[in-house]
């Protein structure tokens, strides 16, 4: 049931598994779990997208997750003074869905995500290169991150970088509007039970 994987992923409140309950059961049956998606799922397409490519990597939730989020970046790109090709709409949706999905940052290349590396000495010691393991995201990462699809000059991405913004603003906001109606759902469930 991934529905059910999802939601308790993020431990939705009232439908996350409740630890005093044992088993691990969930405090919804699937079935409910799944109508609650269903009747929220309007509410805001996107921000779905993103949770089942942020707590599944589901490739198909991703495909149409593209889809969208470029057609935003175009709208984004209307006011864009210039000329700017095709592949830049590419490199902005990726590195926008990046950093929506991955909001503490890529796991770290250096230390796979342990913030522990192994000196020549055959000594632990903490990571010199990420955060708890994780690259957290900035200009320069972002940067980083675009440039492998659109290998621009930095100054060059800093125009980018204003679209880039708003572009993962748009993505995080449809998020946090699935998880209000998610609870405002769950809420008036428990009313009417
Ligand atoms: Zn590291």
């Not at 049931?1 to 969930?26: C, H, Q, V, W």
Request: charged residues 20%; proline residues 3%.
């Amino acid at each position: 049931m991934r529905i059910e994987t999802l939601l308790s992923k993020f431990a939705i409140k009232g439908i996350n598994y409740d630890p005093l309950s044992g088993g691990g059961k969930a405090l919804l049956s699937a079935e409910e779990q799944l109508a609650v998606v269903g009747l929220c799922w309007h509410e805001s397409p996107v921000g779905w997208l993103l949770l089942f490519v942020e707590g599944l990597r589901d490739v198909h939730a991703l495909k149409l997750l593209q889809i969208a989020t470029r057609g935003e970046t175009l709208r984004l790109m209307e006011d864009w003074r210039g000329v700017y090709p095709e592949k830049a709409l590419t490199a902005l949706c990726a590195t926008a869905i990046a950093e929506a999905t991955q909001q503490n940052g890529q796991v770290c290349p250096e230390c796979n995500g342990s913030a522990i590396v192994v000196d020549k000495n055959r000594n632990r010691r903490k990571c010199q290169c990420c955060k708890v393991g994780r690259i957290v995201w900035t200009q320069e990462t972002r940067f980083a991150y675009f440039a492998q699809v659109l290998p621009v000059t930095y100054s060059r991405f800093k125009r980018y970088h204003n679209v880039l913004i708003m572009l993962t603003g748009w993505l995080l906001k449809n998020r946090t509007i699935v998880f209000i109606s998610l609870e405002e759902r769950l809420n008036s469930e428990k009313l009417a039970s």
